[in-house]
Protein backbone atom coordinates (compact mmCIF):
# COMPACT_ATOMS: atom_id res chain seq x y z
CA UNK A 1 0.00 0.00 0.00
CA UNK A 2 2.76 2.58 1.06
CA UNK A 3 6.13 2.15 2.79
CA UNK A 4 5.57 2.63 6.63
CA UNK A 5 6.86 0.58 9.56
CA UNK A 6 3.62 1.60 11.34
CA UNK A 7 1.24 -0.59 8.73
CA UNK A 8 3.78 -3.11 8.20
CA UNK A 9 2.91 -4.41 11.86
CA UNK A 10 -0.86 -3.91 10.71
CA UNK A 11 -0.60 -6.84 8.05
CA UNK A 12 2.12 -9.18 8.96
CA UNK A 13 -0.36 -10.69 10.92
CA UNK A 14 -1.43 -12.71 7.53
CA UNK A 15 -0.58 -16.43 7.16
CA UNK A 16 0.86 -16.96 3.82
CA UNK A 17 -0.24 -20.39 3.11
CA UNK A 18 -0.15 -22.02 -0.55
CA UNK A 19 -1.14 -19.64 -3.77
CA UNK A 20 -4.20 -20.73 -4.47
CA UNK A 21 -4.85 -21.82 -8.32
CA UNK A 22 -8.02 -20.68 -10.28
CA UNK A 23 -8.09 -23.71 -13.59
CA UNK A 24 -8.41 -22.01 -16.94
CA UNK A 25 -11.86 -22.59 -17.96
CA UNK A 26 -14.08 -21.34 -20.92
CA UNK A 27 -17.90 -22.08 -20.34
CA UNK A 28 -20.52 -21.82 -23.11
CA UNK A 29 -21.91 -18.55 -23.48
CA UNK A 30 -25.34 -17.88 -22.05
CA UNK A 31 -26.96 -14.71 -20.90
CA UNK A 32 -25.26 -15.76 -17.24
CA UNK A 33 -21.82 -15.99 -18.36
CA UNK A 34 -21.39 -13.82 -21.28
CA UNK A 35 -18.49 -11.21 -20.61
CA UNK A 36 -20.01 -8.78 -23.43
CA UNK A 37 -23.14 -8.38 -21.23
CA UNK A 38 -21.53 -7.70 -17.63
CA UNK A 39 -17.70 -9.01 -16.23
CA UNK A 40 -15.57 -8.57 -13.50
CA UNK A 41 -11.73 -9.17 -13.68
CA UNK A 42 -8.73 -9.89 -11.90
CA UNK A 43 -5.42 -9.85 -12.64
CA UNK A 44 -3.82 -12.88 -10.86
CA UNK A 45 -0.45 -10.74 -10.81
CA UNK A 46 1.46 -14.01 -10.48
CA UNK A 47 5.20 -14.60 -12.34
CA UNK A 48 3.27 -16.20 -14.52
CA UNK A 49 0.41 -13.62 -15.03
CA UNK A 50 -2.79 -13.59 -15.89
CA UNK A 51 -6.24 -12.46 -15.81
CA UNK A 52 -9.15 -14.56 -13.94
CA UNK A 53 -12.60 -13.42 -16.03
CA UNK A 54 -15.82 -13.45 -14.47
CA UNK A 55 -19.42 -13.10 -16.25
CA UNK A 56 -21.76 -10.42 -14.30
CA UNK A 57 -25.36 -11.35 -13.74
CA UNK A 58 -26.99 -7.98 -15.06
CA UNK A 59 -29.55 -8.88 -11.96
CA UNK A 60 -28.23 -9.91 -9.19
CA UNK A 61 -24.31 -9.24 -9.32
CA UNK A 62 -22.78 -12.38 -8.75
CA UNK A 63 -19.86 -13.71 -10.40
CA UNK A 64 -19.53 -16.52 -12.46
CA UNK A 65 -15.51 -17.78 -13.54
CA UNK A 66 -15.56 -17.88 -17.55
CA UNK A 67 -11.88 -17.83 -18.22
CA UNK A 68 -8.34 -17.32 -17.04
CA UNK A 69 -6.36 -16.08 -19.68
CA UNK A 70 -1.67 -16.02 -19.60
CA UNK A 71 -0.84 -12.18 -20.47
CA UNK A 72 2.28 -13.51 -21.34
CA UNK A 73 4.35 -11.25 -18.86
CA UNK A 74 5.74 -11.69 -15.16
CA UNK A 75 3.80 -10.92 -12.20
CA UNK A 76 5.34 -9.43 -9.03
CA UNK A 77 3.14 -11.06 -6.10
CA UNK A 78 5.87 -10.29 -3.59
CA UNK A 79 5.53 -6.97 -2.28
CA UNK A 80 8.69 -4.26 -1.81
CA UNK A 81 10.35 -3.80 0.92
CA UNK A 82 8.58 -1.35 3.45
CA UNK A 83 4.71 -2.22 1.57
CA UNK A 84 2.65 -4.79 3.21
CA UNK A 85 2.82 -7.95 2.08
CA UNK A 86 -1.29 -7.79 1.73
CA UNK A 87 -0.59 -5.19 -1.02
CA UNK A 88 2.14 -6.49 -3.79
CA UNK A 89 1.56 -3.77 -5.74
CA UNK A 90 0.85 -0.66 -3.66
CA UNK A 91 -1.67 0.85 -6.20
CA UNK A 92 -4.72 1.17 -8.28
CA UNK A 93 -5.50 0.60 -11.95
CA UNK A 94 -3.44 -2.11 -12.66
CA UNK A 95 -5.78 -3.35 -15.04
CA UNK A 96 -8.36 -1.37 -17.13
CA UNK A 97 -10.85 -1.77 -19.53
CA UNK A 98 -11.99 0.55 -22.54
CA UNK A 99 -15.00 1.90 -22.99
CA UNK A 100 -16.46 -0.25 -26.02
CA UNK A 101 -15.81 -3.19 -23.63
CA UNK A 102 -13.52 -5.06 -26.43
CA UNK A 103 -9.93 -4.48 -24.93
CA UNK A 104 -8.92 -5.15 -21.52
CA UNK A 105 -4.93 -3.62 -20.56
CA UNK A 106 -2.88 -5.49 -18.23
CA UNK A 107 0.18 -4.37 -16.10
CA UNK A 108 3.14 -6.75 -15.75
CA UNK A 109 4.84 -5.68 -13.13
CA UNK A 110 7.82 -8.19 -13.02
CA UNK A 111 8.66 -8.15 -17.00
CA UNK A 112 7.82 -4.25 -17.21
CA UNK A 113 5.56 -4.67 -19.98
CA UNK A 114 1.84 -4.09 -21.19
CA UNK A 115 -0.45 -6.90 -21.86
CA UNK A 116 -3.92 -6.38 -24.34
CA UNK A 117 -6.59 -8.84 -24.32
CA UNK A 118 -9.08 -8.79 -26.23
CA UNK A 119 -12.41 -9.65 -24.78
CA UNK A 120 -14.49 -12.14 -26.30
CA UNK A 121 -18.24 -13.41 -25.55
CA UNK A 122 -17.06 -16.54 -23.76
CA UNK A 123 -13.72 -15.69 -22.91
CA UNK A 124 -10.21 -13.75 -23.33
CA UNK A 125 -7.66 -13.63 -26.07
CA UNK A 126 -4.11 -12.33 -25.94
CA UNK A 127 -3.36 -9.73 -28.83
CA UNK A 128 -0.23 -8.19 -27.87
CA UNK A 129 2.78 -7.57 -25.02
CA UNK A 130 4.65 -4.43 -25.06
CA UNK A 131 7.62 -2.83 -22.88
CA UNK A 132 5.65 -0.23 -20.72
CA UNK A 133 8.84 2.32 -21.17
CA UNK A 134 10.08 2.26 -18.06
CA UNK A 135 10.41 -0.49 -14.36
CA UNK A 136 7.76 -1.86 -12.41
CA UNK A 137 4.25 -0.96 -14.13
CA UNK A 138 2.00 -0.73 -12.00
CA UNK A 139 -1.31 1.47 -12.87
CA UNK A 140 -2.97 2.45 -16.27
CA UNK A 141 -5.45 5.14 -17.51
CA UNK A 142 -7.05 5.23 -20.42
CA UNK A 143 -9.00 7.98 -22.54
CA UNK A 144 -10.50 7.10 -25.84
CA UNK A 145 -7.18 6.27 -28.15
CA UNK A 146 -4.52 6.88 -25.55
CA UNK A 147 -3.52 4.78 -22.64
CA UNK A 148 -0.94 6.18 -20.07
CA UNK A 149 0.45 3.76 -17.94
CA UNK A 150 2.49 4.66 -14.31
CA UNK A 151 5.87 2.87 -13.88
CA UNK A 152 6.79 2.80 -10.44
CA UNK A 153 10.32 1.41 -10.39
CA UNK A 154 14.35 2.94 -11.24
CA UNK A 155 13.63 6.68 -12.38
CA UNK A 156 9.57 6.40 -12.19
CA UNK A 157 7.73 7.78 -15.16
CA UNK A 158 4.47 8.14 -17.12
CA UNK A 159 4.32 6.94 -20.38
CA UNK A 160 1.55 7.17 -23.18
CA UNK A 161 0.34 4.80 -26.04
CA UNK A 162 -1.90 5.43 -29.13
CA UNK A 163 -4.37 2.70 -29.14
CA UNK A 164 -5.34 1.39 -32.39
CA UNK A 165 -8.42 -0.03 -34.00
CA UNK A 166 -7.39 -3.74 -33.10
CA UNK A 167 -6.42 -2.59 -29.50
CA UNK A 168 -2.99 -2.70 -29.83
CA UNK A 169 -0.73 -0.24 -28.64
CA UNK A 170 2.06 1.97 -29.86
CA UNK A 171 4.19 4.62 -28.02
CA UNK A 172 3.38 8.43 -28.31
CA UNK A 173 6.31 10.44 -29.33
CA UNK A 174 7.61 12.83 -26.46
CA UNK A 175 5.13 11.38 -23.96
CA UNK A 176 7.44 10.15 -21.31
CA UNK A 177 7.28 12.64 -18.33
CA UNK A 178 8.74 12.28 -14.45
CA UNK A 179 7.61 12.29 -11.47
CA UNK A 180 8.20 15.42 -9.43
CA UNK A 181 9.28 13.24 -6.55
CA UNK A 182 11.52 11.08 -8.52
CA UNK A 183 12.91 8.00 -6.87
CA UNK A 184 11.21 9.02 -3.79
CA UNK A 185 7.77 9.55 -5.22
CA UNK A 186 6.13 6.52 -4.18
CA UNK A 187 3.30 6.51 -6.81
CA UNK A 188 0.25 4.79 -6.16
CA UNK A 189 -2.14 5.47 -9.18
CA UNK A 190 -2.52 7.14 -12.93
CA UNK A 191 -5.53 8.84 -14.37
CA UNK A 192 -7.43 10.75 -16.67
CA UNK A 193 -9.93 13.62 -15.76
CA UNK A 194 -13.72 13.05 -17.51
CA UNK A 195 -12.18 15.39 -20.76
CA UNK A 196 -8.59 13.54 -21.27
CA UNK A 197 -7.35 17.12 -21.00
CA UNK A 198 -5.22 15.97 -17.78
CA UNK A 199 -3.62 13.31 -16.20
CA UNK A 200 -3.08 12.59 -12.24
CA UNK A 201 -0.39 10.89 -10.29
CA UNK A 202 -0.77 10.41 -6.90
CA UNK A 203 2.75 10.32 -4.90
CA UNK A 204 2.04 8.61 -1.49
CA UNK A 205 5.76 9.29 -0.04
CA UNK A 206 5.55 13.02 -1.16
CA UNK A 207 2.35 13.51 0.07
CA UNK A 208 1.75 15.10 -3.61
CA UNK A 209 -0.63 15.14 -6.60
CA UNK A 210 1.09 15.48 -9.71
CA UNK A 211 -0.61 16.69 -12.76
CA UNK A 212 -0.09 16.73 -16.45
CA UNK A 213 -1.85 18.74 -18.59
CA UNK A 214 -2.57 16.37 -22.45
CA UNK A 215 -2.77 18.07 -25.85
CA UNK A 216 -4.51 17.11 -28.83
CA UNK A 217 -2.31 14.18 -29.45
CA UNK A 218 -2.78 12.73 -26.16
CA UNK A 219 0.99 14.10 -25.27
CA UNK A 220 1.60 15.09 -22.03
CA UNK A 221 3.44 17.85 -20.64
CA UNK A 222 5.48 18.35 -17.98
CA UNK A 223 4.45 17.92 -14.29
CA UNK A 224 2.63 20.81 -11.91
CA UNK A 225 3.06 19.81 -8.45
CA UNK A 226 0.18 20.39 -5.80
CA UNK A 227 0.69 19.34 -1.87
CA UNK A 228 -2.09 16.95 -0.65
CA UNK A 229 -4.27 17.95 1.96
CA UNK A 230 -3.69 14.92 4.51
CA UNK A 231 -1.29 12.44 4.07
CA UNK A 232 -0.30 9.39 2.08
CA UNK A 233 -2.60 10.02 -0.91
CA UNK A 234 -3.24 6.60 -2.80
CA UNK A 235 -6.63 6.41 -4.95
CA UNK A 236 -8.58 8.36 -6.39
CA UNK A 237 -11.39 8.92 -9.25
CA UNK A 238 -13.08 11.88 -11.22
CA UNK A 239 -16.98 12.82 -10.79
CA UNK A 240 -18.86 15.68 -11.72
CA UNK A 241 -17.33 18.42 -13.83
CA UNK A 242 -13.87 17.47 -12.95
CA UNK A 243 -14.11 17.07 -9.55
CA UNK A 244 -11.08 14.99 -8.15
CA UNK A 245 -11.59 12.77 -5.26
CA UNK A 246 -8.71 11.25 -3.36
CA UNK A 247 -8.28 8.85 -0.72
CA UNK A 248 -5.45 9.73 2.51
CA UNK A 249 -4.16 6.69 4.09
CA UNK A 250 -2.79 9.30 6.79
CA UNK A 251 0.32 6.63 7.69
CA UNK A 252 -1.71 3.88 8.13
CA UNK A 253 -3.03 5.85 11.97
CA UNK A 254 -5.36 3.86 13.46
CA UNK A 255 -8.95 5.15 12.46
CA UNK A 256 -6.94 8.34 10.94
CA UNK A 257 -8.18 7.77 7.10
CA UNK A 258 -9.98 10.73 5.51
CA UNK A 259 -10.77 11.98 1.80
CA UNK A 260 -10.42 14.80 0.04
CA UNK A 261 -12.05 16.75 -3.06
CA UNK A 262 -10.55 18.92 -5.31
CA UNK A 263 -11.33 21.09 -8.40
CA UNK A 264 -9.55 21.48 -11.25
CA UNK A 265 -8.90 23.57 -13.98
CA UNK A 266 -6.14 22.99 -16.55
CA UNK A 267 -3.04 21.58 -14.43
CA UNK A 268 -4.19 23.79 -11.19
CA UNK A 269 -5.98 21.52 -8.28
CA UNK A 270 -8.35 23.39 -6.07
CA UNK A 271 -8.90 22.30 -2.50
CA UNK A 272 -12.83 21.97 -2.42
CA UNK A 273 -13.20 19.84 1.04
CA UNK A 274 -9.70 18.75 3.00
CA UNK A 275 -9.44 15.50 5.29
CA UNK A 276 -13.16 14.34 5.44
CA UNK A 277 -12.27 11.56 8.36
CA UNK A 278 -13.81 8.49 8.26
CA UNK A 279 -12.79 6.70 11.28
CA UNK A 280 -11.27 4.01 9.61
CA UNK A 281 -8.09 2.96 9.16
CA UNK A 282 -5.89 3.24 5.66
CA UNK A 283 -8.26 3.79 3.34
CA UNK A 284 -6.69 3.38 -0.19
CA UNK A 285 -8.80 2.45 -2.78
CA UNK A 286 -11.40 4.97 -3.96
CA UNK A 287 -14.24 4.83 -6.84
CA UNK A 288 -17.12 6.83 -7.51
CA UNK A 289 -20.50 6.43 -9.09
CA UNK A 290 -20.90 7.87 -12.42
CA UNK A 291 -22.94 10.57 -11.73
CA UNK A 292 -20.19 11.79 -9.22
CA UNK A 293 -22.58 12.08 -5.98
CA UNK A 294 -20.86 8.90 -4.07
CA UNK A 295 -17.30 7.71 -3.87
CA UNK A 296 -16.24 4.87 -1.58
CA UNK A 297 -12.91 3.74 -0.46
CA UNK A 298 -11.87 0.06 1.01
CA UNK A 299 -10.03 0.35 4.35
CA UNK A 300 -7.35 -2.33 4.58
CA UNK A 301 -6.58 -1.67 8.12
CA UNK A 302 -10.44 -2.05 9.03
CA UNK A 303 -11.79 -4.50 7.07
CA UNK A 304 -14.40 -2.19 5.84
CA UNK A 305 -16.05 -0.07 2.83
CA UNK A 306 -16.54 3.86 3.72
CA UNK A 307 -18.82 6.00 1.52
CA UNK A 308 -18.98 9.73 1.10
CA UNK A 309 -21.45 12.19 -0.42
CA UNK A 310 -20.59 15.21 -2.46
CA UNK A 311 -22.30 18.07 -4.37
CA UNK A 312 -22.32 19.00 -7.41
CA UNK A 313 -19.32 21.43 -6.06
CA UNK A 314 -17.76 18.43 -5.14
CA UNK A 315 -18.10 19.49 -1.46
CA UNK A 316 -17.59 16.07 0.48
CA UNK A 317 -19.01 14.88 3.81
CA UNK A 318 -19.00 11.15 5.06
CA UNK A 319 -22.02 9.39 5.24
CA UNK A 320 -21.14 6.23 6.61
CA UNK A 321 -17.88 5.28 8.05
CA UNK A 322 -18.56 1.07 7.87
CA UNK A 323 -21.36 1.02 4.82
CA UNK A 324 -19.86 -2.22 4.40
CA UNK A 325 -17.95 -4.84 6.77
CA UNK A 326 -15.75 -7.35 4.70
CA UNK A 327 -14.20 -8.89 8.03
CA UNK A 328 -11.55 -9.18 10.06
CA UNK A 329 -8.36 -10.22 8.10
CA UNK A 330 -10.14 -9.82 4.93
CA UNK A 331 -7.76 -7.14 3.78
CA UNK A 332 -9.80 -5.05 1.16
CA UNK A 333 -7.90 -3.92 -1.31
CA UNK A 334 -9.04 -2.59 -5.01
CA UNK A 335 -12.32 -1.80 -5.95
CA UNK A 336 -14.35 -1.37 -8.92
CA UNK A 337 -17.89 -0.19 -9.60
CA UNK A 338 -19.97 -1.90 -12.53
CA UNK A 339 -20.55 0.19 -15.51
CA UNK A 340 -23.69 1.14 -14.34
CA UNK A 341 -22.74 1.82 -10.99
CA UNK A 342 -25.56 -0.62 -9.53
CA UNK A 343 -22.39 -2.89 -7.94
CA UNK A 344 -19.58 -2.57 -5.65
CA UNK A 345 -16.91 -5.24 -6.30
CA UNK A 346 -13.74 -5.58 -3.60
CA UNK A 347 -10.68 -7.53 -3.85
CA UNK A 348 -10.21 -9.11 -0.97
CA UNK A 349 -6.37 -9.74 -0.31
CA UNK A 350 -6.89 -11.64 3.16
CA UNK A 351 -9.78 -14.12 2.20
CA UNK A 352 -8.56 -14.30 -1.58
CA UNK A 353 -12.16 -13.38 -2.96
CA UNK A 354 -14.34 -10.66 -4.74
CA UNK A 355 -17.38 -9.64 -2.10
CA UNK A 356 -20.12 -8.31 -4.27
CA UNK A 357 -22.15 -5.45 -3.21
CA UNK A 358 -25.29 -3.98 -4.30
CA UNK A 359 -25.50 0.42 -3.89
CA UNK A 360 -28.55 1.52 -2.86
CA UNK A 361 -30.50 4.97 -2.35
CA UNK A 362 -28.04 7.16 -0.24
CA UNK A 363 -25.09 5.21 -0.95
CA UNK A 364 -26.00 2.46 0.88
CA UNK A 365 -24.43 -0.83 0.41
CA UNK A 366 -26.43 -4.31 0.75
CA UNK A 367 -24.08 -7.94 0.69
CA UNK A 368 -23.99 -10.64 -2.57
CA UNK A 369 -21.56 -12.82 -1.61
CA UNK A 370 -17.97 -13.84 -2.04
CA UNK A 371 -16.69 -15.22 -4.97
CA UNK A 372 -13.70 -16.94 -6.72
CA UNK A 373 -10.51 -18.09 -5.54
CA UNK A 374 -7.69 -16.37 -6.31
CA UNK A 375 -3.58 -16.23 -5.84
CA UNK A 376 -2.05 -13.99 -2.80
CA UNK A 377 -0.46 -11.47 -4.49
CA UNK A 378 -3.65 -10.81 -6.65
CA UNK A 379 -3.70 -7.08 -7.27
CA UNK A 380 -6.41 -5.18 -9.89
CA UNK A 381 -9.67 -5.02 -10.92
CA UNK A 382 -11.68 -4.07 -13.92
CA UNK A 383 -15.17 -4.63 -14.39
CA UNK A 384 -18.49 -3.41 -17.37
Known amino acids: MFKSTSLMF ?17 ALTSSRNNLKSGAVYILTNQVANSVIAFSRDPKTGSLTVVDTQSTGGAGNPIAMPGDPPTDALASQGALAVDDGHNYLYAVNAGSNEISVLAIKKSGLELVQKIPSGGTRPISLAIYGDWVYVLNEGGTPNITGFSVADNGTLSAIDGSVQPLIGGTAADPAEVGFNQDGTLLVVTEKA ?17 PHATSSHGLTPFGFAFGGENNLFVSEANGGAAGGGAASSYRTEESIVDLQSGSIRNGQTAPCWLVTTNAGTYSFTSNTGSGTVSSFKADEDGVLRSVDGAAAITGAGSFPIDMVLSVNSRFLYVLESGSHTVSAWSVGKGGSLTPIGKFGALPIGAQGIAAK
Open 10 to 26: LFCVVVFAGVVTVPAQR
Open 206 to 222: GNRIDTYAVDENGVAGP
